[in-house]
């Protein structure tokens, strides 16, 4: 399913509002992983503005409910996708689960946390998708557990091609509010970059680990 291209713009216009997407091409930031980086993006920072929060709220559950239908159960990806997927969970009327990264290391041991019944139909809510690593973690979790999952809805994904080949070989589909490239139409068009920086930009995402300033 393509990507709604207004709904695409909105979102990207208001992660770049509330900065919870920062672009810096003149000076970049280091990523956990190492990566030098033009752009961060921190969703956590949309659950502090009430009608930015509502807005990922009501159009990642539209997008549950056009693409699926309306689950049994909505799964988020901890630690980051916990609250926007309650969010969606409370908008669609259904249970919520959340997974970890791995199971705990003490009492029950879950990876999973929440009641799930076996052969449930589920839609997975992420807030972020870089390589698509931990987020497909958490899928194979939940098919462990002999869930149904649907499908994945995500606020924002970077696009890189190693995500796409991931989603691709797992057999899982991924649909996104927005993403990069309408994030960089979206910043030159409300000023927040130039021609030249939207270039920037652009190299870095065809290459981002070898990308130099």
Known sequence: MSLNKDTAKKTAELLLQIKAI??????????????????????RVTLSYPPVRNFLKEEMAKLVEDKYGKPDVIAGVATGAIAIGILVA????????YVRPEPKKHGRKNQIEGHLDPNQNIVVIEDLISTGKSSLNAVAALKEAKANVKGMIAIFSY??????????????????????????EQALDSNFINDKEKETLEDWRSNPNQWKQ
Not at 22 to 43: H, Q, R, V
């Open 159 to 184: 696009g890189f091609d190693v995500a796409t080949e991931n989603f691709t070989e797992h057999n899982v589909e991924l649909t996104t509010l927005s993403n990069y490239n309408y994030l960089l």
């Open 90 to 97: 409370q908008e669609l009327g259904v249970p919520f689960i």
């Open 22 to 43: 920062k672009l810096s091409p003149n000076e970049p930031f280091t990523w956990a992983s190492g990566w030098k980086s033009p752009i961060y993006c921190d969703n």
